[in-house]
């Protein structure tokens, strides 16, 4: 069973942090173009909720240089349905 979304998150945060988390396999690192090209979001949307997840813990670097992301601690805990509060 999905998590319920907190207030602030849409289904397009959910379906970043889902393709990242890679369900069965080996979780991904992607840069926004990457994601967007793998979910029917356009770029513009992906980066906007990319900086918001960052932003909230759910995401962090794996290379800050090429922009590239994965998910963080919080963001496999609010995947796993184990995070309390994903209100903040």
Do not use: C
């Amino acid at each position: 069973m999905k998590p319920r979304l907190p207030e602030w998150m849409t289904p397009v945060d959910r379906d970043i942090l889902e393709l990242l988390e890679n369900r069965g396999n080996r979780e991904l690192v992607l840069n926004p173009r990457m994601i967007a090209e793998n979910t029917d979001w356009k770029r513009t949307t992906i980066r906007e909720h990319v900086r918001t997840l960052f932003e909230r813990g759910f995401l962090e670097y794996y290379d800050e240089s090429g922009s590239i992301y994965q998910l963080s601690e919080k963001g496999r805990s609010f995947l796993a349905g184990e995070l309390e509060d994903a209100e903040e």
